[in-house]
């Protein structure tokens, strides 16, 4: 039954079906630069939290996440770059794009009805030109401490987010939920 929910959401979310070579081709170089993404952050993160807890793991994302972003971005080959979007985005740069935006809407909806969802997402938007996107959950209770519910939310190091982004949506997550998803455009 997994795999024909599966299927039936991987096939309903591909709008151009890729010859399979290309396929794992494609998701192997978004694996590869989501992994180095991911795992950078994540260090970064952990090593505040650990040296001033969460005042200084919020006072660092605000100031310093979009950067190390921009630096592991520099490092992958040309043609290819990754970014994390959401619905409820905190930073305005996270917002998506309307074909993004689509995309996370047909993941919330597939998510919502307790579907299984894929593990990536290949769209082919272009000649030679690909968007990878691979749905991003909250599955760490650390994350709640600036993405939680009032209840959870540290409110001091929230007070730090909020100064920065005003606007901020990216609130309200329990663990588990969908909270959004890298997405890595590859041109070749």
Known sequence: MKKIILSTVAVAMSATFLSATTNQEIKQEAKAAIMKMGKTLKSHMKKNMKAGGPMQAATFC???AKDIEKQVNASYKKGVHV???SLKYRNLADKPTAD????LE???????AKKTL???IVKEVGK????VYKPIFIDKGVCLTCHGTDDVRDAEAYKI???????????GYKMGDLRGAFVVDIVK
């Open 62 to 64: 605000s100031q310093k």
């Open 83 to 85: 970014k994390r979007i």
């Open 100 to 103: 993004e935006a689509k995309v």
């Open 106 to 112: 047909e993941l919330h909806t597939a998510f919502d």
């Open 118 to 120: 894929p593990k990536m």
């Open 128 to 131: 030679n030109h690909y968007k």
């Open 161 to 171: 987010v909020k100064e920065k982004y005003p606007h901020d949506k990216a609130i």
